[in-house]
């Protein structure tokens, strides 16, 4: 059974980091693109990150861009999501996605889903 478990949200002050990690199981993963999507209070989902299953491209919302840094190690089965110098409009419920896509596109429909992680940053 395909799974994938976030961990690593927390409540953080305005300025700081944290690191979340998504691992998997179930299915071959490292042969999938993988993303992390966000839904704050109020708000669609939306995507936040995504890389190539070689972890050779990669996707950022504008609003993430020089903020935050995708990253995945195929052989622990581990996607992480850097997350620095936070804000408060970054408080959301983060998921861990996957998609089962041969041609590495990063955006688009995502098939797997994890069940999320919050990070609250305060101001």
């Known amino acids: 059974q395909a799974q994938l478990v976030e961990s690593g949200g927390g409540l953080v002050q305005a300025g700081g980091s944290l690191r979340l990690s998504c691992a998997t199981s179930?299915?071959?993963?490292?042969?999938?693109?993988m993303g992390w999507f966000r839904q704050g209070p109020g708000k669609e989902r939306e995507l936040v990150a995504a890389?190539?299953?070689?972890?050779?491209?990669?996707y950022y919302r504008d609003s993430v861009k020089g903020r935050f840094t995708i990253s995945r190690d195929n052989a622990k089965n581990t996607v992480y999501l850097q997350m620095n110098s936070l804000k408060p409009e970054d408080t959301a419920v983060y998921y861990c996605?996957?998609?089962?896509?041969?041609?590495?596109?990063?955006?688009?429909?995502?098939?797997?889903w994890g069940q999320g992680t919050q990070v609250t940053v305060s101001s």
């Open positions: 890389i190539s299953w070689t972890g050779g491209r990669t």
């Open positions: 179930g299915r071959t993963f490292s042969t999938y693109p």
């Open positions: 996605a996957a998609r089962r896509d041969t041609t590495n596109v990063l955006t688009g429909e995502y098939h797997y």
